[in-house]
């Protein structure tokens, strides 16, 4: 039987994604027929595999699920929190195989489109800053920005982690003080959109993802609610980040 990573066959199987994988490895969470895993071992489907001694199990038949969430505000994006806030995770329902792997994060006080996963390879290739995957956000700063503003906004400014720009900007309505925006990024860096609008001046008063990819938060989805991704949208979903 053929071979693959370590990593890349967990996460094709559903287990987490290649990142995630690669610590447990390196922490010692993982066993492959009985030995300890290393980072850069490579086995198959015939392997016995334990995740912090349980085996975990592997099937030749995976079919990828993804899951549409519209996240409220209050959620963090976590599969548990010492503070106790509610997490994105408590609300789903269960995978027919493997877990859901969160395709990317908001931040707590962030709404709008979070995308899961059974497939950490795909969620990998989503994320991953080389797919440069775009994200649209629906955004409301304080006060007006102008024309040049928004010009700098879209050639680029700098972040203490380096240089951020938003590829595209739809002006929206403005009122009592406040602007709204549609802004496209490429990238998924924490707090970027709100960081990025804090350079220029403006405080960032609401914000919500719309799309990630091919994938429009649907307009009937209230918050908190879920629905599955089709066969159609999964296979343009792959088609973005190839």
């Not at 008063?205 to 938060?217: D, T």
């Amino acid at each position: 039987m053929s071979t693959e990573r370590l990593q890349k066959l967990l996460a094709n199987q559903g287990f987490g994604s290649r990142r995630e994988i690669e610590t447990w490895i390196t922490a010692g969470r993982i066993r492959v027929n009985g030995q300890p895993a290393t980072l850069g071992m490579r086995a198959s489907l015939a392997d016995r595999i334990e995740l912090d001694g349980k085996p975990l199990e592997l099937t030749t038949q995976v079919a990828t699920e993804v899951l549409i969430y519209h996240k409220p505000a209050g959620e963090v994006t976590t599969r548990s929190d010492p503070e106790g806030r509610p997490t994105v995770f408590e609300r789903l329902p269960a995978p027919r195989s493997g877990r859901w792997i969160v395709v990317g994060r908001l931040d707590t006080n962030t709404t709008g489109l979070l995308l899961f996963t059974t497939d950490g390879e795909l969620a990998n290739r989503l994320m991953h800053p080389s797919g440069e995957v775009e994200r649209e956000y629906l955004v409301r700063v304080r006060g007006i920005p102008t024309p040049a503003t928004l010009q700098k906004l879209e050639q680029g400014v700098i972040l203490e982690d380096g240089p951020a720009r938003f590829d595209r900007i739809t002006v929206g309505r403005a009122a009592e003080g406040h602007s709204w925006f549609q802004v496209v990024l490429r990238e998924g860096r924490n707090r970027e959109v709100r960081r990025v609008w804090e350079t220029v001046g403006h405080e960032v008063s609401r914000l919500s993802r719309i799309r990630y990819a091919n994938i429009l938060l649907p307009r009937d989805l209230r918050p908190g609610a879920t629905r599955p991704a089709t066969a159609q949208e999964i296979a343009e979903l792959r088609a973005h980040c190839r």
